[in-house]
């Protein structure tokens, strides 16, 4: 009840991480994502280690995969092993500490209502709110389900009018809201 009005703020930023995550196995490989997920986990192939101390999980992962389940509600990793009890791909639910922008973008209030919807139009709106969490335009048009041309037109109205600004982040470029598109969710 307490987390439902921001759940689709939080699944946008959990996607987003993922999404990071899976772009960083690509340019850096698996190390470069495991050994900086959290200090308590460690990966040193083909081992992965999760200290939590006197609950120390090991696993050596022989090629059935590994589940990466990045959460805001976990305070320490936790290793879910199929071999000692659980079905499944083993999974490693870790902890992810937003900044604080992203923070504050979370745990405003519920997503944009109809009025935003009529006034905007109900994909322009889904595109605002969509970078409530900072993303770029391919992210966009995932999560939403939409075209890049799309997403890019969105965007670049809703740039147009103030209620989005967008920086270049290294290879891409990254929309994020004004203070002016906060006010028009909020």
Request: proline share 6%; aromatic share 4%; glycine share 10%.
């Amino acid at each position: 009840t307490a987390v439902e009005p921001f759940w689709g703020q939080i699944q946008n930023y959990l996607q987003l991480v993922c999404e990071v995550g899976g772009r960083t196995i690509v340019s850096g490989g698996v190390g470069s994502v495991l050994n900086n997920l959290h200090p308590a986990i460690s990966w040193d192939a083909p081992v992965l280690r999760v200290n939590r101390g006197p609950h120390d999980r090991e696993i050596e992962l022989t090629g059935e995969g590994l589940v990466l389940a990045p959460s805001l509600f976990a305070a320490n990793p936790l290793m879910l092993n199929p071999r000692t009890g659980w079905q499944g791909t083993p999974t490693l639910v870790y902890n992810v500490t937003p900044d604080a922008d992203t923070a504050a973008a979370l745990w405003q209030g519920a997503e944009g209502g109809p009025a935003l919807s009529e006034l905007l139009g109900h994909t322009r709106a889904s595109v605002l709110e969509s970078v409530r969490v900072p993303s770029s335009t391919g992210d966009i048009s995932r999560r939403l389900h939409i075209s890049n041309p799309s997403a890019s037109k969105h965007v670049g109205v809703l740039r147009r009018s103030g209620l989005v600004t967008t920086e270049r982040k290294n290879n891409s470029v990254v929309h994020r809201l004004t203070l002016l598109g906060e006010a028009v969710l909020g």
